[in-house]
C-alpha cells in the first residue's frame, strides 16, 4: 500500500522589488558655495598680502604728488619725491594758495564751469537712462528687441569716429566755446547706462505695477513715484561714473571751449603745466592735488556702490 505523501511547500518567493529610475535629464545640484570659514589660514594670509601690495603698489604715484606740493622748488628741482618732510616747519602748505591764485590756475572759475558741466551731466544721465531704460523694460512694441541691441551695438564704436561729425554738428548750430557741446549728450542717453536701468526695471515684479495701474496711476506716475524712489542703487552708480567722467574730462572740452573764462579744471591745470611746469613743479604738484581731492572724497564715501556696481556686473540676475 502507497502511501500518498502531500507535496512540500515551497518556500515563499519575495515579490521583486521596483527599479529606482534615474531621471537623467535633471542637473545635479550646483556645489554649495565657500564660505569664509572654509577659507584656510595660509589662503587669507596669501590674499590679504597680494592686496596690500597692490594698494601700495597704486597709492606710490599719489604719495609723491602730495608729497611735492608740501616742498620747496628747490627739494622738488633735486628730485626729492620719496622722503617727506622732516619736521611740521617744513611742511609748506603755503603752495596751496599759491598754486590757486588767479596769476597761476585760476582755480576758481575753472571750478565753477566744472560744478556746472559736471551737475548738468549727472542729472541728464540719470534722466534720460531712467527713461530709457524704462521704456524697453514695460513696455511692449514691435521692433523693441530690435532696437535694443542695436543701441547695445554702439557701445562697439569708438568715440574717436563720431568725434569729427560731431564737432561739424555743434559748429554748425553755433555752439563752440560753449557749455552746450559737454551737456547735450548726456541728456542723450548712455547705451551702458540704459541697459543698467533695463535689468533693474525688469526684475520688479509685474503685480507692483499692475496694483499702480489699478489705482489709477499712469504711466508717467509709475515711472516717477514708484520705478526712480526703487532704483536708488543704480542711480548712485551711473551718477558717480558720470561725475568722474565728466569732471576729469580732458578731451571734450579741449575740442569745443577756446577762450580763457571758459576753462574746466582739466584745461587750466593743462595751461599751468604748459606755463609754469618746468620752474614750478611744487605749486603745479598742489594744483593737481586740489583737483583730484572731489574724486578721492567720492569714492570713499560711495565706496559700497563701486562694489555693488562691479558685483552686479559679473553677477547673474
Not at 50 to 55: D, E, F
Not at 184 to 195: G, K, N, R, T, Y
Request: with cysteine; net charge positive; proline share 9%.
Amino acid at each position: 500500500m502507497t502511501t500518498l505523501q502531500s507535496p512540500v511547500p515551497s518556500a515563499p518567493q519575495s515579490a521583486p522589488q521596483p527599479r529606482a529610475v534615474v531621471d537623467y535629464t535633471v542637473p545635479p545640484p550646483p556645489p554649495a558655495p565657500r564660505g569664509v570659514a572654509s577659507v584656510s589660514a595660509t589662503e587669507r594670509v596669501v590674499a590679504y598680502v597680494l592686496l596690500i601690495g597692490g594698494s601700495i603698489l597704486f597709492l606710490i604715484p599719489f604719495y609723491f604728488v602730495v608729497n611735492a606740493s608740501l616742498k620747496t622748488e628747490a627739494q622738488v628741482n633735486a628730485g626729492d619725491f620719496t622722503t617727506p618732510p622732516a619736521s611740521v616747519a617744513d611742511i609748506k602748505l603755503s603752495n596751496y594758495p599759491r598754486a590757486l591764485a588767479p596769476d597761476k590756475m585760476n582755480f576758481w572759475p575753472a571750478l565753477s564751469n566744472t560744478v556746472v558741466i559736471t551737475t548738468l551731466s549727472v542729472l541728464g544721465q540719470i534722466i534720460s537712462c531712467s527713461l530709457v531704460g524704462f521704456g524697453f523694460a514695460r513696455f511692449k512694441f514691435r521692433g523693441r528687441s530690435i532696437l535694443f541691441i542695436v543701441m547695445l551695438s554702439t557701445l562697439m564704436l569708438p568715440a574717436q569716429v563720431t568725434m569729427i561729425p560731431v564737432f561739424v554738428l555743434f559748429r554748425s548750430l553755433g555752439m563752440i566755446d560753449t557749455f552746450w557741446p559737454l551737456i547735450i549728450p548726456a541728456w542723450l542717453a548712455s547705451p551702458f547706462f540704459v541697459f543698467m536701468f533695463r535689468q533693474f526695471f525688469a526684475q520688479i515684479p509685474e503685480e507692483l505695477i499692475e496694483a499702480a495701474r489699478i489705482d489709477g496711476a499712469s504711466n508717467w506716475r509709475i515711472y516717477w513715484q514708484l520705478m526712480l524712489p526703487l532704483s536708488g542703487p543704480v542711480i548712485a552708480i551711473v551718477a558717480i561714473y558720470t561725475f568722474l567722467s565728466a569732471w576729469n574730462d580732458f578731451l571734450g572740452p579741449l575740442i569745443y571751449l577756446n577762450s580763457p573764462d571758459n576753462r574746466t579744471l582739466a584745461l587750466a591745470l593743462n595751461a599751468f603745466r604748459g606755463q609754469y611746469g618746468v620752474s614750478d613743479v611744487h605749486l603745479l604738484m598742489a594744483a593737481s592735488v586740489v583737483c583730484m581731492l572731489p574724486c578721492v572724497i567720492l569714492f570713499f564715501a560711495a565706496q559700497r556702490y563701486f562694489v555693488e556696481s562691479v558685483a552686479s556686473t559679473g553677477g547673474k540676475s
